[in-house]
């Protein structure tokens, strides 16, 4: 019966810690939803925090901390659901002209911190067996790293959307290579961590590595309707618009090739993996010039 009514004080405490940030914003403020559930968000992350660390640490009842850490597991996961609530927001609210949603820097900065929070409690969780509220084993532990993973490309989605000033404008052309070193930097972190025995970070480092090349090729295969994509070149954040990505980056890679690899060399020169890559940019921009002809000389 203790069980229960300790489960019931946290959860009506954490509730409480929801309801004290959707009181924050002003009833009148732009977007004010988003706001709310920004600042809610900010205090169920700092509900984790009290559950995950501050508690099993200060109370020496082993029934409060095995509930609290029990608590904490199950508002992890909300948290992490209301931080995607709130980067939905962020993007149906996203001003193409001003490059940023309604969010004050108080707001960005707090809801900046929580991402971060949740990403140390994971990497802990991942390291430490006592700190993991879920009680997996060694094999299973490496989900947590995944899990961090996931939440720094959702830090990046927020400060693309409310930092701009952070991200250089031109970014967009060059984000198939962006994503190439990163796909490197986790392949050659996954060859350290191996060396440095830390097993929890080898594998998702790995697979991480070798599945971020398939990123752009997807980009360049998939056909999003045509309501999707005009949608995103208005409203969506992005430099040059999302239907142009392909045929940007395409331009980027020529004018990498034009001052990387000369034309003069020969092909066994450049190298054959080269090769095939400037081959097949200069294929698609043919088919571009090819099909702007044709529309022309209709």
Sequence with gaps: M???LQSSAIALAAAGCVLAGWAVPEPDSQAVWLQRNGWAYVALTLSVVSCLAAVPRSVSLADWANTARRAGAWLA?????LLLIVLVQQVVVFDPVARRTPLGLAEVLAVLAGI???MILAVRAGFDPEADPFAFDEAHRSRHIYLAELL???LFVHVRLNLPELVPPQAGRFWTLIVMFFAFVGIGSAELAERKRQLVLVRPLRQTGVLLPIIPLLAFWAKPPGVLLEWADGRGPGDPPVSRLPRETAAALRQLRNAVVPRRLPL???GLGAAVVW?????RAGRERRTVGVAGAQ
Excluded: E, M, Y
């Excluded at 996961?77 to 659901?81: C, D, H, P, Q, T």
């Design 152 to 154: 720094l490309v959702l």
């Design 2 to 4: 203790i069980v229960p």
């Design 77 to 81: 996961v909300a948290s992490f659901g």
């Design 268 to 270: 066994r020169s450049r």
């Design 279 to 283: 081959l097949g940019v200069d294929r």
């Design 116 to 118: 971060a929070t949740l």
